[in-house]
């Protein structure tokens, strides 16, 4: 059985205390430093301050991290090209993916572009990584016998749309992230029983997450509320996580052979919607248009 452990404090000390080269994957939502109210000023610093912060929490992240490891880091705009920076010419680390999270609501400006994405970056303490492709694929668009079916790479702009208020998973936090989006990174880049650090919880996404796959999940979080929050998160019953990437529900089109389709849709359960709630895939899919044969040749 795999364990979720939450720490309640300043993820500094905690950091200090892990064993070196010990975790697998860290995935880190460090505040952005833009002024949110976490229940304390800790997203309110000075410049400097801020950077040292960074630094201090990064480099005991990379000294935990086995020589296997892989770290991502949310960041918004105001420092995503410091703490590039500070990972890639002060840790040493190699830069693999720099993703962007693309999500349709948010606040909006009336001078200059309504913000629509965070960055999030993708490094690896070594050459040597863990990266499971099939585990991460999003369905074709198209039906081809030369296309791979089991699916295609999902690239590096990633659309999950916030947790809404009204749903029945939001949490009293004011930065959870989607399920979906976390399970992406724990897929692709560990494995059943790996070790998966998560030094901002928050609302505990990543420790739920971890939870759910199979995996064991330290979190630190300094605000005592949202670790009460986490425990209570973490005791609920599953019934699949709370978002997902639109293009997971999609069937190719041109899918005219019943056979195929039949074959197809059953994989396509298992293999993209595994971890979600029963969705509109079998509505869909009776819904699917049937193409001619000669739409089929196109291919
Ligand atoms: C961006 S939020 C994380 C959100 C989380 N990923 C989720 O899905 O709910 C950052 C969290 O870091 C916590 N935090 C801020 N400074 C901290 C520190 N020094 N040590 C531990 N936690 C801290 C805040 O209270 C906040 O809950």
């Known amino acids: 059985m795999t364990k979720q452990?939450?720490?309640?404090?300043d993820t500094l000390e905690h950091l200090a205390k892990i064993p070196s080269n010990s975790?697998?994957?860290?995935?880190?939502?460090?505040?952005?430093?833009?002024g949110k109210n976490y229940g304390n000023n800790h997203d309110n610093q000075e410049f400097d301050e801020y950077?040292?912060?960074?630094?201090?929490?990064?480099?005991?992240?990379?000294?935990v991290l086995k020589p296997t490891g892989t770290i991502y880091v949310f960041m918004g705009f105001r420092f995503i090209s410091y703490l590039y920076g500070?990972?890639?010419?002060?840790?040493?680390?190699?830069f693999n993916s720099w993703i962007v999270w693309h999500y349709t609501q948010g606040m909006g400006k009336t001078k200059g572009f309504s913000p629509r994405h965070d960055d999030i970056l993708m490094f690896t303490k070594s050459e040597k990584f863990t990266f499971n492709l099939d585990e991460v694929r999003v369905p074709q668009k198209y039906y081809r016998s030369r296309n791979n079916m089991r699916g295609a790479n999902p690239g590096d702009v990633w659309e999950f749309s916030h947790v809404h208020y009204c749903h029945e998973n939001r949490q009293a936090h004011p930065t959870q992230k989607p399920e979906g989006l976390?399970?992406?990174m724990v897929l692709a880049s560990s494995n059943i029983e790996d070790d998966v650090l998560d030094p901002f919880a928050g609302s505990g996404t990543t420790l739920r997450v971890c939870q759910q796959l199979g995996r064991n999940c330290l979190g630190i979080e300094i605000n005592p509320e949202y670790v009460e929050m986490i425990h209570a998160r973490l005791a609920l019953p599953f019934d699949g996580f709370d978002s997902i990437d639109p293009r997971m529900e999609r069937i190719p089109q041109n899918l005219t052979d019943?056979?195929?389709?039949d074959v197809y849709l059953?994989?396509?359960?298992?293999?993209?919607l595994k971890n979600h709630a029963p969705s509109s895939l079998s509505?869909?899919?009776?819904?699917?248009p049937l193409y001619t044969q000669k739409s089929l040749d196109l291919s």
């Open 266 to 272: 059953s994989n396509h359960q298992q293999w993209f």
């Open 23 to 34: 975790i697998n994957l860290i995935v880190a939502d460090p505040p952005y430093n833009l």
């Open 5 to 9: 452990n939450i720490l309640l404090g």
């Open 86 to 94: 500070l990972l890639e010419q002060e840790m040493g680390l190699l």
């Open 51 to 63: 950077l040292d912060f960074s630094r201090h929490w990064l480099k005991e992240s990379v000294r």
């Open 182 to 184: 976390i399970e992406r």
């Open 283 to 288: 509505e869909n899919s009776t819904n699917l």
């Open 258 to 261: 019943p056979q195929v389709r």
